[in-house]
Every structure is written in structure tokens, then in C-alpha cells.
């Protein structure tokens, strides 16, 4: 019954390698976010995708993309891997509508680790 | 840009003492503040919100404030106790473009037995 789950929740990988890591909401919500924490627990919006379409595009390397294949779902693939892109990524999801719209429900982290 | 500052970047209190927690945004266009603790090795969870139309919400041993004119929201934890040990992030949502939430750079609060 979770509501927000990501998946790996750990991933270790070389330099250069293309990795992707996958995001579900069962809660019905519209929107969906990819947030990265870094080792200073600094929280950053990278992307925000309503209803597969991409509203929120921060400035992130090329590298990163994201994919909406349904509301439920927004994954994110990051190639040719870098040293600095290691840090937890969170995937939160919100409601658009209803009295607990403003709400964000962040998924379990997936702790990207490059060596 | 928006930009939300967070103070202090760690706390130390003893416990049963009270702990304040203070954010200040520059997006005048914010118009909901949520508070998240994040325990170690854990996703950042939601424990209070407040909407631009209250000055105040309380849930318990919880209360966030917040001041429109001056930019300014609070947390406040009164009774504190070992398991509010946490990471606290303030946050500010924009009405303005797409919506979005900027978090505060965090507050290690550390209750003391």
C-alpha cells in the first residue's frame, strides 16, 4: 500500500554508465517531482511533470532526462554517469485538486553512488 | 529567484525544552509553507502546513506561524523529546509560474536525554 515508491533504492555504478531510476504513485495524484539531496542534505527541484507533461525543467545537465509514460509513473534516466552526480534522488508526487492539493508525498530516496 | 534561508543550520536543546525553527522567503507570491522532518536515511515526511490566509496552525506539540508582511514562517516544537531528532526543512510554494516548492537548507535539531 505504499504510495510513493521508487525503485532502485540503492545504485552503485562506474563513471560513464547510463542508469535509470523509476518512480510510481498509487495516490491518483497529477503531478510528480525528481528532487536531488546532496551530501549537504540540500533538497533541489530538478523536474515536475502534470499529467505527462513537463511544467518545471531547473537547470540540470543534458544528461538527465526525464520520462512521463503515464501520470502515474516518471522515471528518470541519467547518462554518462559523473562523480558528482552522486546523491539521493527523491521522486514526490501532489494532488491538483481537493482540499489536500497543495500536499507532496515524497517516495523512499534511491542513493545514486558513482564510482 | 525564488529563494528560501533557513536558520538555524543545527539546534541543540535539552529535552522538554522548546525548539524554534525559522524561514524566510522572497517570493511574495508564496502562498503555502509546508515543514517536512527527515530522519536519518529516511524521505523527507510532512508534519505541518500553513496556507498564506492563517497566521497560525498548531497540531499537538507542533505550531508553525507565519508573518506575510515580514516574509518570515516558523516552526515551533514545544516538549521535546529524543525522537524529534531529526533534519527539518522549510518550504515555500510559488503561485507564480509552475507551482513550485523551494526548500529551505535544512535544520539538524538534536534533543539531548
Known amino acids: 500500500d505504499t504510495a510513493v515508491s521508487q525503485t532502485p533504492k540503492y545504485l552503485v555504478t562506474q563513471m560513464g554508465n547510463d542508469k535509470s531510476i523509476k518512480c510510481e504513485q498509487n495516490?491518483?495524484?497529477?503531478?510528480m517531482y525528481w528532487y536531488k539531496q546532496d551530501s549537504k542534505k540540500f533538497l533541489k527541484i530538478m523536474f515536475s511533470?502534470?499529467?505527462?507533461?513537463?511544467?518545471i525543467n531547473e537547470t540540470v545537465p543534458n544528461r538527465f532526462s526525464p520520462k512521463s509514460p503515464d501520470k502515474a509513473h516518471l522515471n528518470l534516466h541519467i547518462n554518462s554517469l559523473e562523480l558528482g552526480d552522486s546523491a539521493v534522488y527523491f521522486c514526490?508526487?501532489?494532488?491538483?485538486?481537493?482540499?489536500?492539493?497543495?500536499?507532496?508525498?515524497f517516495g523512499p530516496g534511491t542513493r545514486l553512488t558513482v564510482t | 529567484g525564488e529563494n528560501v534561508e533557513q536558520h538555524p543550520s543545527t539546534l541543540s536543546v535539552q529535552e522538554g525544552d522548546s525548539a524554534v525553527i525559522k524561514c524566510t522567503y522572497s517570493?511574495?507570491?508564496?502562498?503555502?509553507f509546508p515543514w517536512y522532518k527527515q530522519e536519518l536515511g529516511k524521505r523527507p515526511q510532512l508534519i505541518i502546513d500553513?496556507?498564506?490566509?492563517?497566521g497560525e496552525k498548531k497540531d499537538q506539540r507542533i505550531a508553525v506561524t507565519l508573518n506575510k508582511t515580514a516574509k518570515h514562517f516558523s516552526l515551533h516544537i514545544t516538549e521535546t523529546q529524543p525522537e524529534d531528532s531529526a533534519v527539518y526543512f522549510c518550504?515555500?510554494?510559488?503561485?507564480?509560474?509552475?507551482?513550485?516548492?523551494?526548500f529551505g537548507t535544512g535544520t539538524r535539531l538534536k534533543v539531548l536525554a
Open positions: 511533470y502534470n499529467n505527462k507533461e513537463l511544467i
Open positions: 517570493d511574495s507570491a508564496s502562498n503555502y
Open positions: 495516490l491518483g495524484h497529477d503531478t
Open positions: 500553513i496556507r498564506s490566509n492563517v
Open positions: 518550504a515555500a510554494r510559488s503561485t507564480s509560474g509552475t507551482y513550485k516548492y523551494i
Open positions: 514526490a508526487s501532489r494532488g491538483t485538486s481537493g482540499g489536500r492539493s497543495y500536499e507532496q508525498y
